[in-house]
């Protein structure tokens, strides 16, 4: 079982190489949801999330045998960077396996921080398999991305840091992939704190750890589908299993909107970037899937700040529709002069800001006599989305809502 100890000579291994990473408090947050929310701001770490604390403790660990052989890994970004950094700071060979859909700024981050890239495998499960195969045949050390004592315990310096920064909190919040960081983390502010309630969240797309809980023993889903590819595992470890059931109070879950909704909500009132699963402990906070009381401090752990620039447009987009700050609607026109300005005069006067227009007289889905106009708005909230929508159709227009 791993201790507070553990994690506390994992603390000395680990100093120099992460760093001490914000607490702070968010009034918006605070405001929103009654509570007395504070971030735990690991987006700021070194590589962007707090996989370079296990990695570090687990290779500074190595026998000198296993430092001259070198490592391999298998992640799907955040754990790559931390694996590739800090074996190039111990001057240790690395190699790391990625799955062939890894964003694309993860793989070059993990190229640029030293180590030996390869594409394998279409998740994290399979490139974990090919990475172990890689082990066997050129006689690496497997460095596991959460089912590792050594790794957990260094993952357990963020509980610490924490702990130190806020010792009067009542609930701390965690993301959980594999379960490494929430093993560390329980246990580092249940030694030291105490009467604390730690709160695991997990995609929906990817919940495997409840049901691993429930049976006592890991459970393995078939598949997973999630914006936040940092926490996309079909698994929990065994080890992290193990912490868990003595010291996780709660697993609940969050869906993609709500991640999504999150990770905007902070990138415009925080001004701070992070990936899907940095974003899930707050989602989790803001939608209530856990209870608490007002005036609780809650922390949130935001994870990681790794997030591919390609993404973050349709996440943000997926964020904007769920504040109904976006809506994107088709409109069925009858072709004749004067239809499109006409519903251009009711978008302008209900006070939508017009992003793009498409207008089509020639898909099968539309009559010989008919026009097809879909839209792209800029609107206030959901309210003055859905007035919008009410005016064409009192208008006669028939409308569907597209997102």
């Known amino acids: 079982m791993l201790s507070l100890a553990d994690i506390e000579a994992a603390r000395e291994r680990v100093d120099g190489v992460a760093r001490h990473t914000p607490l702070e408090r968010s009034r918006t947050f605070s405001e929103m949801t009654g509570a007395d929310v504070h971030l735990k701001l690991e987006n700021f770490q070194r590589t962007g999330a707090f996989k370079i604390r296990g990695a570090t403790n687990r290779i500074a660990t190595l026998p000198e045998a296993a430092r001259e052989a070198g490592v391999v890994t298998a992640s799907a970004g955040n754990h790559a960077q931390g694996v590739a950094l800090a074996a190039e700071r111990a001057g240790v060979d690395a190699t790391v396996v990625m799955p062939k859909f890894a964003p694309v ?13 390869r594409l394998e495998g279409v998740d994290y499960d399979e490139a974990q398999a090919a990475a172990h195969d890689l082990e066997r045949e050129q006689g690496l050390t497997y460095v596991h ?52 309630r730690v709160v695991g969240v997990q995609a929906e797309g990817a919940a495997s750890a409840a049901a691993s809980l429930e049976a006592g023993e890991v459970r393995e889903i078939e598949a997973v589908d999630t914006i936040a590819d940092g926490i996309a595992t079909r698994s929990i470890g065994e080890r992290p299993l193990e912490v868990m059931r003595e010291y996780v109070d709660e697993v609940v879950t969050v869906d993609d909107r709500e991640i999504a909704l999150a990770l905007t909500l902070l990138l415009e009132r925080s001004k701070t970037l992070v990936e899907g699963a940095g974003a899930v402990a707050l989602a989790a906070t803001l939608s209530e899937a856990f209870d608490y009381d007002d005036d609780e401090t809650i922390v949130a752990a935001l994870c990681g700040g790794n997030i591919d620039l390609n993404r973050l447009g349709t996440v943000v987009r997926r964020g904007l529709v769920r504040m109904g700050r976006y809506l994107k609607i088709t409109v069925d026109l009858k072709d004749r002069p004067g239809e499109l300005e006409r519903v251009s005069s009711i978008v302008a006067r209900a006070g939508a800001n017009v992003y793009a227009v498409h207008h089509d007289r020639t898909s099968r889905d539309v009559a010989v006599n008919a026009a097809e106009l879909e839209l792209e708005l800029e609107t206030d909230d959901a309210e003055h989305a859905a007035s919008i929508v009410e005016e064409l159709e009192a208008d006669g227009y028939e409308v569907e809502i597209l997102s």
């Open 145 to 196: 991305a959460f089912d590792d004592s050594a790794v957990m315990a260094g993952q357990g310096t963020l509980g610490l840091e924490i702990a130190d920064d806020r010792p009067d909190l009542d609930t701390v919040v965690v993301p959980i992939g594999g379960g490494g960081l929430i093993s560390g983390v329980a246990v580092a502010v249940k030694e030291r704190l105490g009467d604390v």
């Open 105 to 117: 700024s993860k793989v070059k981050a993990t190229r640029g921080y030293g180590a030996s890239v």
